[in-house]
């Protein structure tokens, strides 16, 4: 299987793709109609939520269901840890919120393999 890289508007114009065609799961859906696959970085959240843009959009088809996101803790960590920075004016109960919302819409993974 092989892995592929996208910017991301590479992952958008991935995810429109598969707009509109079949879950995994559903017995309506032939094997080769499967989700994107990906994994966002600190940066991807933490714009995705606080400015927009293309970011947000992966965010949004994530939480639909387009794209599966997976996410290790020690992004999840890093993420609480930057959105708590005063710069950004969240109040600790708005952060608790974000973080709880990114645990349900995304595929929390452990790595086998530090990079």
């Known amino acids: 299987m092989g892995t592929s890289v996208y910017t991301r508007g590479g992952i958008l114009e991935a995810a429109k793709s598969h707009q509109g065609r079949c879950l995994p799961g559903d017995p309506k859906c032939s094997q080769a109609e499967k989700r994107v696959n990906i994994v966002c ?8 939520v606080l400015f927009g ?24 960590r890093e993420a609480e840890r930057v959105l708590g920075r005063s710069k950004f004016g969240l109040r600790p109960e708005h952060v608790i919120e974000i973080m709880a919302l990114f645990k349900d819409t995304f595929e929390i993974v452990i790595p086998s393999l530090e990079v």
């Open 41 to 48: 970085d600190t940066n991807v959240l933490i714009s995705g």
């Open 53 to 76: 843009g293309h970011a947000r959009e992966i965010l949004q088809l994530a939480s639909r269901g387009v794209l599966i996101n997976f996410i290790s803790p020690d992004i999840l």
